[in-house]
């Protein structure tokens, strides 16, 4: 069935159950102009115009939805035609607030910041499962060093995206085609497998050379 004719619910379940990357493409062309939009309108309340924030922004609503495998788009149960839309504006808003808010503590020296949880989202059971991170303690521990790793081994004025690639690509697995499919990627596929390529193997040459904790977690690092 051609991708184009699903409804939202049917796109939300091939792209979560599947992987299909037609399925995947669809979304993003439904989705991705009201995703950027939001993201935005938000930032400029907080002065930001620049287009590369933007872009981030936007990468970080696309690993969010992902999480988990794809857990939150698996969740999602519609009330209505667009519920999806109001989801995703309200998903898009609250990544983007807690983005400025934690910038801001940042630069006033605080280093906390409390945010208020959205009642459209934590009041339903589903979501917060959806939202939680399914992952043991060990392994937030070494999924932060390797992101660590990764901003300083691609440190660069592309290490935004190549970090959303790398991360698209090892823990939500999406394949290289689909990830060059999203607008603020901004690569061919061969070009995501290049980037893929280039930090795999920075990471492998770090981690065999003993430079990083890493080293002593080697065997949870297989899929690197």
Known sequence: MDSAALSTEELLRKCANTGDEASWEEFVRRFHRLIATIALRVARRWGEFSPQVIDDLVQEVYLKLCADRFRMLRSFNAHHPDAFYGYLKVVTTNLVLDHFKVSHSIKRGSGTVAVAADPQISGRPDTIAAIGVAETSERKILM????????????????????????????????????????????????????????????????????????????????I
């Open 144 to 223: 932060r060093e390797v992101d660590a790793l990764i901003n300083r081994l691609a440190a660069g004025p592309h290490l935004g995206r190549d970090r959303t690639v790398f991360w698209l690509y090892y823990r939500i697995g999406l394949t290289a085609n689909a990830i060059a499919a999203l607008p603020s990627i901004g690569l061919t596929m061969k070009g995501v497998e290049s980037t893929i390529l280039r930090l795999t193997r920075l990471l492998r040459q770090e981690i065999s050379g003993g430079h990083s904790r890493l080293s002593a977690h080697s065997s949870g690092a297989k899929g």
